[in-house]
């Protein structure tokens, strides 16, 4: 029997997959636990449709990471933070400060588990690397000023 999953199965395939099962498997199991659908014509035509506008849909983020991209390879942020003797930092900057300076002067929200870095602990001009999904990466200007 033919089915449409609607969840990740394990062992038959991902959400959305056409796949082959024993009669018995898809009428005691997956249908009951709405884990599948049967693959009727109606719910074929369905499924091809949320392919196409998931398909459309991944390319415009994918435009869209493009295109944040180039605007963040002439950007800078500045961060500013208290230092000791000698130009040392107390504590680091984190990537948690970086991404609150980006969203607060620049207006775009990269969230600080995409942006890459060590902890910045001295002033300086920094460049850090920000992946924004779908292999495309980015690099941003960080200037660590006394503030």
Do not use: H, W
């Not at 049967?38 to 295109?67: C, F, G, S, V, Y």
């Not at 775009?108 to 920000?130: M, N, R």
């Amino acid at each position: 029997m033919k089915v449409i999953l609607q969840q990740d199965v394990r062992g038959q395939g991902k959400k959305g997959q056409l796949v082959d099962v024993s009669d018995g498997y898809a009428r005691n199991f997956l249908l009951p636990r709405k884990l599948a659908v049967a693959a009727t014509a109606d719910n074929i035509n369905t499924m091809k449709l949320q392919e196409k506008a998931r398909k459309e849909r991944e390319a415009a983020e994918k435009e869209a990471a493009l295109e944040l991209s180039q605007k963040l390879k002439s950007s800078t942020v500045k961060v500013s933070a208290k230092a000791g003797a000698g130009g040392k930092l107390f504590g680091a900057v984190t990537t948690k400060e970086i991404s609150a300076a980006i969203k607060e002067q620049l207006g775009y929200d990269i969230g600080s588990k995409k942006l890459v870095c060590e902890p910045i602990k001295a002033f300086g001009t920094y460049e850090v690397k920000c992946k924004l999904g779908y292999e495309i990466s980015g690099a941003i200007n960080v200037v660590v000023k006394e503030g």
